[in-house]
């Protein structure tokens, strides 16, 4: 009886001490040596500092998650792109606990641009690309600064714009479009894509983005939709 009652409280004490090993965190103080776990936040903040060599900071929750290590979602800015806000996520992807963001998409924005009006320009000849990501997407975990334009836009979504100037054959107009989707379906690339044609050039050389177009100097427009086989969903003249 003696050896069980030793027996019992050994066992009893074992408990105790796995449950403070597991719930420890709770109340420890300064002094503790116990090491606090890092929520999803906390390692995705730093997945990011690391993955880019320089720091971010957070602007708020994107929705969904918990703040635990399985899933986080937030925004966030980097100090070499202060004016774009980064969606960053921590998640499981293809059974796998990942980091995952849409920073290259900003980073390589410029080169994203010119590939695009590269392609444009093949059909159009005389044209305006504007390019913007998509703000909800992620890339691929391996996708970093040694990463191409052209690699980042066969694994993203974007916003692809096309501005005419003055002076186009109407005629060519459907012909000429299907025929820029066609590159597209041959690049791989996925996109939300419209085109403009304008009756001035005034619109033409200063906009900065197609939101600049005044409407009432659209000769005619087109929205396209695009699947993630690259496949045309929904073409609409207007």
Known sequence: MIYIGKHIKRTALGAALAAAVIFGGAGCNKNDAAVPVKDGQALLMESLDEKYGEHFTFVDNAGGGTAMQEHCAIH??????????????????????????????????????????????QVYGRCRVFYAPDDKMVLPADMGKDSTAQEMLRASKCYYSVLLPSGQDMSQKEKKLDELLEKLREEKIRCYFYIAYLDSDKFYDFAESVSDVDKAHITADCTVGMDDEYNITDKKWG
């Open 76 to 121: 966030v800015r980097s100090e070499k792109l202060p004016d774009d806000t980064v969606y960053a996520v921590r998640g499981v992807f293809d059974g796998k606990t990942e980091n995952r963001d849409n920073y290259m998409a900003y980073y390589l924005r410029s080169d994203a641009e010119a590939y695009l009006q590269a392609l444009a320009e």
